[in-house]
């Protein structure tokens, strides 16, 4: 079982908020995505990263940041929530034989 | 670009029976891998079966399957002797196979449930 973690699991917040979701992995890789999926539908890559210092954007354009200082972490910011963000955040790492996925973050911005 | 396509968005199976989800692919690459994730309505992603493409046997992982036909860009999930913990959104995916990168494109996804 991969050891993926996300926090908060739910987040509720009002817009205009600067949050930050939270995903680390304490299996070593290199390779970590952020997926935003909206109820009953397919996942979009946002972000990925490659290893430390490198951050890539995905295939949905998002507003939303990442950063990747450490191999482990890799968190996401919105530096000003809005209604339009609500959705479910999907953080996920890999190595060659596929991704493991974190539990995710659903987050409904008011 | 790759595309990864599941034409049923919803699919129910009586408890005990075998099930078969239908996937295809559009890719130019020879060597590739292909996934079968799993998410429940606890909405973690699990990964269910993988396949290389240069591998001709199909996977196998307990009650799961695939039926890997590289001509035809199609990759089939079987579920055999459903149960209702197998309920869930099934995710088929594609990834190339690069040094550098490991990004995956997936299908719409087909809502399995599992009728007792």
């Known amino acids: 079982e991969a050891d993926i973690y996300q926090t908060p699991r739910y987040l509720v917040i009002g817009t205009g908020k600067k949050i930050t979701l939270e995903c680390s992995q304490t299996m070593g890789h290199d390779k970590m995505y952020w997926y935003q999926q909206d109820p009953g539908m397919e996942l979009h890559l946002i972000h990925y990263?490659?290893?430390?210092?490198?951050?890539e954007k995905g295939d949905l354009s998002s507003e939303s940041t990442v950063s990747r200082i450490r191999t482990e972490h890799f968190p996401l910011t919105l530096e000003s929530a809005r209604p339009s963000h609500t959705s479910q955040y999907l953080c996920?790492?890999?190595?060659?034989?596929?991704?493991?996925f974190g539990p995710g973050t659903r987050l409904t911005v008011t | 670009a790759q595309t990864v396509t599941q034409s049923q968005p919803e699919m129910s199976v009586q408890e005990a029976e075998t099930v078969t989800l239908s996937c295809t692919y559009d890719?130019?690459?020879?060597?590739?891998?292909l996934f079968w994730y799993k998410q429940p309505p606890s909405r973690q992603m699990i990964l269910v079966i993988r396949?290389?493409?240069?591998?001709?046997q199909n996977a196998t992982e307990n009650r799961f399957s695939v039926n890997f036909q590289k001509a035809a860009k199609s990759f089939s999930l079987k579920i055999s002797d459903s149960q209702l913990g197998d309920a869930a959104m099934y995710f088929c995916?594609?990834?190339?196979?690069?040094?550098?990168?490991?990004?995956?494109?997936f299908g719409e996804g087909t809502q399995l449930t599992v009728n007792p």
């Open positions: 990263s490659y290893g430390v210092n490198s951050t």
């Open positions: 995916a594609y990834r190339r196979v690069e040094t550098s990168g490991s990004r995956l494109t």
């Open positions: 396949q290389e493409a240069y591998k001709q």
């Open positions: 890719t130019s690459e020879s060597d590739y891998y």
């Open positions: 996920a790492s890999s190595e060659t034989s596929g991704q493991y």
